[in-house]
T-cell receptor
């Protein structure tokens, strides 16, 4: 099975940079996804990493180290609308199922 | 373009009553379909997953069941709801096969069992 760990909550100031970490343990790693979920809404896709390194997409970047079972999501130039829960999810070979972490709640303050 | 619908959006049901939540996908064929539950303060828990009509995999033992009567329709049911069934139920779809398996989520149903 999979074990995915994320810190639960963090507060950051508008305009700042925040890093959200995710560690995982799985057999047959086949990709890691980051989703954003605003309160009461469905998760929306942010990024996908399957190879080591950094993927940049506008203000959001995601990093993966397969050997360390570690990923982070970097949010730059924080905006109030970035207040949300950020979910890390791991895909394993041989199935089509994503295993989600509990999510990290980011609160952006003025 | 593809869209995913869920209904109802919110539901309040008494303990012991039946449940039927519906999910439909448009604009794609042979999708993989998923039912998740998100309880307060907890992560997304996969309940059921389906790769085709009539093919359902159950991830956790529970008093819920799922059915896929048509290619793009996925139904979550219960004969008798428990208090612990309260939560936010999300349906999702992904492309058939492939290794890049982004899942697209529906708007969700918030279920409160009293």
């Amino acid at each position: 099975g999979q074990n995915i760990d994320q810190p639960t909550e963090m507060t950051a100031t508008e305009g700042a940079i925040v890093q959200i970490n995710c560690t995982y343990q799985t057999s047959g790693f086949n990709g890691l996804f980051w989703y954003q979920q605003h309160a009461g809404e469905a998760p929306t896709f942010l990024s996908y990493n399957v190879l080591d390194g950094l993927e940049e997409k506008g203000r959001f970047s995601s990093f993966l180290s397969r050997s360390k079972g570690y990923s982070y999501l970097l949010l730059k130039e924080l905006q109030m609308k970035d207040s949300a829960s950020y979910l890390c999810a791991v895909l394993s070979y041989g199935n089509n199922r994503l295993a989600f972490g509990k999510g990290n709640q980011v609160v952006v303050i003025p | 373009s593809q869209t995913i619908h869920q209904w109802p959006a919110t539901l309040v049901q008494p303990v012991g009553s039946p449940l039927s939540l519906e999910c439909t996908v448009e604009g794609t064929s042979n999708p993989n379909l998923y039912w998740y539950r998100q309880a307060a303060g907890r992560g997304l828990q996969l309940l059921f997953y389906s790769v085709g009509i009539g093919q359902i995999s159950s991830e956790v033992p529970q008093n819920l069941s799922a059915s896929r009567p048509q290619d793009r329709q996925f139904i979550l049911s219960s004969k008798k709801l428990l208090l612990s069934d309260s939560g936010f139920y999300l349906c999702a779809w992904s492309q058939e096969g492939g290794s890049y398996n982004e899942q697209f989520f529906g708007p969700g149903t918030r279920l409160t069992v009293l």
